[in-house]
């Protein structure tokens, strides 16, 4: 079953404090995604991954940045939390533009 | 930028009733359009992908697409009190970009 895994699912963090999200993928897909999703303001594109280390900003990057060592693994980290980065992230990855597959999701509470 | 607006906002229909939710894009470069459906709190199901003008039917869900005019959109036949859920449209310019989303049209389904 083809399928993009998130760990965690649920995260609480003190502002401050380092975050990891990470997301794995079984379809050696070339192409991932981190997105936030905010009421109101819709899934924002955080960044974009073409392959290994070939990763380029997407729409939203400030606060973030992200590490693609393997093409399975794809992820989102946060030096030093704020508050404003609670969000739900969703990660994504694509054959090409034909095939998007999303995760579940991570719920992120920066307290 | 590409931008995705949704209409309406909100949306209540009788069961049984025909449900239109409407997308407009500003690139008319887009070649791949996605309408997916997400549950409270919970990831992002897909339900059609288009990427020629015209008509591409999946089961109960029916995506027109009309690039000349920016705009795309989803009929829900038969809908049913399970199909209350916030219907984003999602549009792309190729891979590279990933996918622009709309804010979503909020359905519910009244016996």
């Known amino acids: 079953d083809m399928k993009v895994t998130q760990m965690p699912r649920y995260l609480i963090k003190r502002m401050g404090e380092n975050v990891l999200l990470e997301c794995g993928q079984d379809m050696s897909h070339e192409t991932m995604y981190w997105y936030r999703q905010d009421p109101g303001l819709g899934l924002q594109l955080i960044y974009i991954?073409?392959?290994?280390?070939?990763?380029s900003e997407g729409d939203i990057p400030k606060g973030y940045r992200v590490s693609r060592k393997k093409r399975e693994h794809f992820s989102l980290i946060l030096d030093s939390a704020k508050t404003n980065q609670t969000s739900v992230y969703f990660c994504?990855?694509?054959?090409?533009?034909?095939?998007?597959?999303f995760g579940s999701g991570t719920r992120l509470l920066v307290i | 930028q590409q931008k995705v607006q949704q209409s309406p906002e909100s949306l209540t229909v009788s069961e049984g009733a025909m449900a239109s939710l409407n997308c407009t894009f500003s690139d008319g470069t887009s070649n791949n359009f996605r309408w997916y459906r997400q549950h409270s709190a919970k990831g992002l199901e897909v339900l059609v992908s288009?990427?020629?003008?015209g008509e591409k039917e999946e089961g109960r869900f029916t995506a027109h697409l009309n690039r000349a005019n920016l705009h795309v959109s989803l009929h829900i036949r038969e809908p049913q009190p399970s199909d209350s859920a916030v219907y984003l449209c999602a549009v792309s310019m190729g891979y590279a970009q990933g996918l622009t989303f709309g804010l979503g049209t909020r359905v519910s389904v009244f016996p």
């Open positions: 991954s073409y392959d290994v280390d070939s990763n």
């Open positions: 288009i990427f020629s003008d």
């Open positions: 994504a990855s694509s054959f090409g533009n034909s095939d998007y597959t």
